[in-house]
């Protein structure tokens, strides 16, 4: 490959990453602390693609590569073509509950209880999915217990019950795992009516105690209300 | 690259062979734009599509800021550092120099991606190559970051992030010594570009070494990242649960399972934690595992070091890191559960 397009494709590859970080894109695929990171990155990029193509317009075609000793090892960059194209062009959707990752699973032992600080102030605090799951296993200070919570999450179809799901994301999707909790209660039939993989966000309460299995426990949310919601910004917890 | 060759355009006509891959690419951006719209609902309408192309640009947009600071880093020390110099700093000894990498790999904070391309830039003759090497190993895996995400993910287990840390540095350390004692000079079949010319400027040369660098690694890395995110579809979640109460097994499996889904250093800690169906010890080869060598780590070293050179050290990295992770992990956190 030509050190033209090497350029090029630096360049494709700096304005892909500027337009998934500009377009919130980017939260489909890694989490969104990494914003500011990512700009940065398209920044030096950019940069880097700039200074080299500036360059050789202006020292005319002085550094060819082909005169360097690199012979064909130039070729793979070829490949880079292929983020361009996924990334400006397929931009692939968020992670659906179909696909197939690991489960979060809250392990209730004795050992991992401790307690957790008290949620925020307010009627109907948001707590994630993931956060439900850790804190009805693991609080030993019931933070949950009686108390009204927000809850926003995608519905999962569980044999004929339904399910709140949302992945939850560490470092980007190749790590997600999804995180479920039962819907019970005066508007769980409400979800259920809603096709599989509808946002909603569900107002209810964690049942105390309601183990499923005997080591890692699925909690079920009493829910009083349910509304349907645009798919958040932020898709994974 | 910033060699500055007067005799490069004489060829003949070879501006006309350059313009045209860039137009092959003009060419190939326009057709995507075209049909952008039934692809994507081609890739949307097929989960295993999507769920492929989302792990993929997950891998590679969660290096991309890793690999940028790599190669700022490394073209930081081409230009500034001088191999000489690299060399009067580390110990004379391969063993001391070993070890000073193996610690300073604590300094970098960061996943492994970054570190392949900084490891070839610090590789040099005799005790260098064994401590840039240790170095690659050392950095992705006992660095602040990873051991306080491990901290987090196993909470009230300390015993974890010490088995963790200890196996990793002693990996990186065997590693190192293995390559001062077998290493060969010849199997690093790929050359860096010859240094700038001495009128270059400073900052011209920079750049030039970050793009070298930048372009080498990241093409490497398409490859490692597409492998693991088809591996992500097609190894079935069964997997991970059927291996409960099987060490040998367990550890096997888990240790291939790092290699294949290639996951990001400072995430891998919160996979290992989530598969509590699995004894400790398997998910301490897993994070043992999975920052020295894994699918996109072997693409970016045949890549960026050579072929001959990856062959060789990555199985040895994999069977090395995970025989010390099993023995370590039995001896800190007990055989069974």
Known sequence: MSRESENTLLLLIGVATAMIAVTGIF???VKAALLPWLYLTAGVLIVLALVAIIGDIRGGAASDPDHDGHGHSNRAAWLLVVPVVVLIFLT???????ASVPSVSAVSTEALRRPFPPLPAGRAPEVSVPDVMIRAAQDSAGTLDGRLITVTGFTMDDDGKVDLGRFSVLCCAADARLARIHLDGPAAAEAGRLPEYTWVRVEGTVLPGAADGDSSLIPTLEAVSVTEIEAPENVYA | MAAVNPEADSHTDPRRIRTLSVWVIAALMVAFALLGGTLRSVVYDSTALSTAGTVFAGIFVQALPFLALGVVLSALL??????????????????????TAAASGAALPGCECGSVPLARRMFGEGALGAAALTFMLAAPAINPIV?????????GQPQMVGAR???????????GLAWAKWGRPEWITRRLPKPAANDTPRWRAFAETARHDFLAAASYLVIGAAAAAALHVLVPQWVFEKLAGQLLLGVLVMAILAVVLALCSEGDAFVAASLTMLPLVPR???LVVGPAIDIKLFAMQAGIFGRAFAIRFAPATFVVATVVA??????????GA
């Open chain 2, 147 to 155: 051991v306080v995400s491990t901290v987090v993910a196993f909470p």
């Open chain 1, 92 to 98: 692939p959707p968020p992670l659906r509950p179909q």
């Open chain 2, 78 to 99: 081409a230009v500034f550092v001088t191999p000489d110099r690299l060399s009067r700093w580390l110990p004379n000894r391969p063993s001391a120099a070993v070890l």
């Open chain 1, 27 to 29: 939260t489909r695929y």
């Open chain 2, 284 to 286: 301490l080869v897993f």
């Open chain 2, 165 to 175: 840390v200890g196996a990793s540095l002693l990996t990186a350390i065997i590693m």
């Open chain 2, 326 to 335: 099993t023995v370590v992990g039995v001896l800190v956190l007990g055989g």
